[in-house]
């Protein structure tokens, strides 16, 4: 190779990147009490700063929306005070990051749910997979279908999440929607067998 554009600055937006490459996001299990990232985890991303632009770590947008032990979560505040503390490391350098939103829906355990409850999904339908709790990997628990009535909470948890990414210092926001967490299972007719306006068409179950 005799020429690249990695090194030179790319303009996404509003923002200028100081380069072409950017970190995609990694799940790091390693938020403090009430999920909140702490001081390693500014560290671990002060130090990838020199990319153009980080993917932070997938982070819940509400504590139904959990599904692994130790992840960070972006509701409360006392979680935007501990992004703030990432955002300000990576900035100090000269960086810029995205907060990577998820909701796992059913690819969770009851001992990560508030007060031992049931994971949620488009469909009563067990993920034939396993999650990581505080005694090791154990197969998902089986979850309840999400009422009509409770998906506006969860696109309002998403919009309010995105809210505290901003003021935790984000430059930006990136929703997960595959690997088999809520948003794809909705999508896909295997997780997703409602009979209302959230099922059957692939319409429907993009909505």
Known sequence: ??????????TLGSLTLSNRFV?????????????VPGDLAAQYYGQRASAGLLISEATQISQQGQGYQDTPGIY??????????????????????????????RVSHVDLQENGAAPVAPSAIRAATKTFVGNGFVDVSEPR????????????DFR???ANAIAAGFDGVEIHGANGYLLDQFAKDGANVRTDAYGG???????
Not at 1 to 10: H, I, N, Q, R
Not at 23 to 35: D, E, H, I, K, V
């Open 145 to 156: 279908a999400l009422e009509l009535d409770e998906l506006a909470g969860i696109v309002s």
């Open 160 to 162: 309010q999440a995105a």
């Open 201 to 207: 068409s692939v319409e429907n179950r993009a909505r």
């Open 76 to 105: 409360s505040q006392a979680q935007i005070g501990g992004w703030r503390k990432v955002t300000d490391a990576v900035h100090a350098k000269g960086g810029r990051i995205f907060l990577q939103l998820w909701h796992v829906g």
């Open 1 to 10: 190779m005799t020429s690249t554009t990695l090194f030179e600055p790319y």
């Open 23 to 35: 970190m995609a996001p990694l799940t790091r299990n390693r938020a403090g009490p009430g999920f």
